[in-house]
Every structure is written in C-alpha cells, then in structure tokens.
C-alpha cells in the first residue's frame, strides 16, 4: 500500500500516521503541501513528529511531494488504484466498498488522507476512483484523521488477506 498525505498540518498526525505506516509495512508515504516531516526546512529533526513516530521515521520510506495532483495522474497511468478517504456525498462506506470490489492488491492500492480540516481537495478527489468513508454511528461526522487512517489501513490489509 501507498499513500497520500494532502496538506495534513499536525506533526502529531503525521508521527502517528508515519508509525502506523511502520506497522502495516507501507511501500511508500507521500507528504503534500503544508504535511511536516521528519526534518524541518532547515534540515533539522521535527522533535514533536520524531517524538510520536517512535523512529518509524527511519523505516518508512516517504517523499515531500510539491505537486500532488501531478502525482496522482503519474500514479494512475502507472496502473495504481486511488482511494480517498473523506466523507462527502459521493462517498460510500469502506466495508460496502471492500466487500464489493474485486481482488484488492496492497501493492497497487494508493490511499489518500486529506486536511484536518479542510480535507482531500477537490481535484484530487476528482481523480479518485474511490472515495470512502468509516461509517460513524454517533453525532460526530468523522474521526481524528490519524485514526480514521489506522482503521480504514487495517480494513483494507484484512480485507485483502480474505482474497488470497
């Protein structure tokens, strides 16, 4: 599995984001736009990231990305399948999606996070071929993006394990 980050401001997020990463052997994290990483613009360590990601920084192998909507399209016509991972109302639930598609290949499969607040933008969300989201049974629309990733990550490497 790939995946990428769309302008997620929180070092906390990303840290976390980057560990989980670690645990689910992700082939490659993209950083867009504002996305901290593990070292600063000055070429200094990101403590508050490095702190929460407990070294997975030095395991996951990831890229700053200045163009993310020019990645996306090279990630597609590489063959790679794009989900997004946003509640809208064209989204449809994870577990609708994962139970309905075919053979799903981690090493082909791009899953892309969005902004805490803003979310995926638009273009990007676009050139999805899937957008999904976690079903929420409570009065909140949507959960912290570093958890929704950890549960919408695990779903998506169990449903895959299913198919072979």
């Not at 984001?17 to 670690?22: A, E, L, Q």
């Not at 993209?30 to 990231?49: A, E, F, S």
Request: hydrophobic fraction near 40%; aromatic fraction near 8%.
């Amino acid at each position: 599995m790939y995946l990428v980050l769309d302008n997620i401001r929180s070092a906390h997020n990303v840290g976390t984001i980057f560990r989980t990463s670690d645990a689910l052997s992700v082939e490659h994290l993209y950083l867009g736009g504002i996305c901290p990483g593990p070292l600063d613009k000055y070429g200094l360590r990101n403590n508050k990231l490095c702190k929460v990601s407990l070294g997975s920084e030095n395991t996951v192998a990831y890229s700053h990305e200045s163009d993310l909507d020019a990645l996306i399209s090279q990630l597609i016509d590489e063959g790679y399948l794009i989900v997004s991972l946003e509640i809208n109302e064209d989204s449809y639930d994870i577990y609708d999606f994962l139970k309905n598609s075919p053979e799903i290949n981690l090493d082909k499969l791009v899953l892309v996070l969005g902004n805490e607040v803003e979310g995926i933008s638009k273009s990007i969300l676009e050139k999805s071929h899937h957008v999904v989201h976690l079903p929420m049974g409570g009065l909140k629309e949507s959960l912290n993006v570093s958890v929704a990733y950890s549960i919408a990550a695990y779903t998506i490497n169990f449903f895959s394990y299913l198919d072979r």
